[in-house]
Nanobody, 117 residues
Framework: QVQPAESGGGVVQAGDSLTLSCSVS?????????VAWYRQAPGKEREVIGT????????RYADSRRGRFTIYRNYHENRAWLHMNGRKPGDTGIYYC?????????WGQGTQVTVSA
């Protein structure tokens, strides 16, 4: 059973940058996979940050996330990344990597990011 696995969370200071990583436990990313990053802030619903197609590397972002977030993938390392600039306390939450392969979706366990003022 494949499952996305996030890493890189922790406590950061407001204004700092942070990069999260997503790999696939039990397998690898393959050409038609769609990889997405989500965030769930305390007491709020999970929201999409953006997506990237594994094969072509095409990216799309939610309008509210554009500019401070960058999603990319390293084909040879078989990892997807979420880079975040200028963290704010409102960016605190659990960040999830999501993978869609054909009609099946897979969620990672999530990684906690806490931004201190």
């Amino acid at each position: 059973q494949v499952q996305p696995a996030e890493s890189g969370g922790g406590v950061v200071q407001a204004g700092d940058s942070l990069t999260l990583s997503c790999s696939v436990s039990g397998g690898t990313f393959v050409g038609d996979d769609m990889v997405a990053w989500y965030r769930q802030a305390p007491g709020k619903e999970r929201e999409v940050i953006g997506t990237i197609t594994w094969g072509a590397g095409s990216r799309r972002y939610a309008d509210s996330r554009r500019g401070r977030f960058t999603i990319y993938r390293n084909y040879h390392e078989n990892r997807a990344w979420l880079h975040m600039n200028g963290r704010k306390p409102g960016d605190t939450g659990i960040y999830y990597c999501h993978m869609q392969r054909e009609s099946v979706v897979y969620w990672g366990q999530g990684t906690q990011v806490t931004v201190s003022a």
